[in-house]
């Protein structure tokens, strides 16, 4: 009889969806929806170009879902020395989507961007002044130059205090495209975003819908780039080079570059003749599906659903045919639905805005979150030091 550890080095190395969804004890849907947010790593196609996935990594995954289920509290104790979790009063996650200081987010829409970011400095601000102009390198409007332009800016702000950091706001949205003069002019960040990434001002319509948009993604808790801002600051680094800590953490593919991936789905899913098919291709291949991945809203991104839900009577109709055919095939497939990047994406294509501006409306929408964190981090005097799990088997 082979031994135990015999009968294992047998297994396949890899498996089929039904396989997978049986280690984890989910449904074979819900394996896709892994699948799509990047969770199953990488894809072998087995017969018929059917997706299989890793053993190793499903298996350290249901690994994983184990642990957050029965030592939550645990994990949570290892973020700080002393204390379980960050506290902020700035913003919380409900069902219902983010709620900014006591407000709901998607209730905020029809409000403008200043006044949210307001709320979330708990200041009136000097929204008319503007940071000084640095040139770029970059060959194209980028987060890349965005950083590139915060970096330089750092340079000139030794001093500078929080309150000032507006001016800072309104000279990244300025900067965001190739039209930095007339941006300068506009007197809003809604306006001169647009100026600067279309040439143009935009029409009273239009910037609403962007003031939406930037409303929707103002902040979002401790995301990936916020937390790096806070670490930052709790480092007792000055808030202009921390805001560029939380610049450099949004160029991550799995952060606000995630926008381009949801453009890049959306531009292949609109040109197909089928979107329910090409879903179905796109999930037996083993491909993500950009945009789609709900994070904390498993029953949808509120956020997502207000943006689109504005912008679908501005799609053409042959537009909004095939927008609703993917969102309904993905949604059977898979039970997901559109997160505020597809929103943002689809915003930007109403708008007439260039490829890749979507990332760039997040990060001009998110900085306002970024600066009350990084205040708040400030004031609070609290050094963030996590500690490390250290693996069995080492």
Known sequence: MPSQRGLSDQRSEFVTAAEAAEILGVRTTTVYAYASRGLLGGTSQGPGKRARYSRAIVETLRVKAAARAGHAAVAAAALRWGEPVLDSSITRITPRGPIYRGKRAIDLVGSPFESVAELLWQRTVDWKTIAPRV?????????????????????????????????????????????????????????????????????????????????????????????????AASAGVRWPEALVAALATATGVRHAAACDGAERLWRSARESKSPARWVEERLASGAPLEGFDAGAYPDGDPRGDRLISLLTARLTSSRAKKLNELLSAVRDATGQWPAIDMGLVLLCEVLGFPTGSATLVFVIGRSAGWLAHIEEQTLSGDAIRPRARINSGQ
């Not at 647009?194 to 609403?208: E, I, K, P, V």
């Open 135 to 231: 040139a770029s390198k970059a060959p194209r409007p980028s987060l890349q130059a965005l950083l590139e332009v915060m970096v330089q800016l750092t340079a000139g702000l030794h001093e500078t205090p929080i309150e000032q950091a507006a001016a800072v706001v309104r000279r990244l949205a300025c900067a965001a495209g190739r039209h930095e003069l007339l941006a300068e002019k506009q007197p809003t960040i809604a306006g001169a975003l647009g100026a600067s990434l279309m040439g143009s001002t935009l029409s009273r319509r239009d910037l609403a819908l962007l003031d939406a948009g930037l409303v929707l993604i103002a902040d979002h808790e401790l995301n990936a780039s916020t937390f790096a801002a806070r670490v």
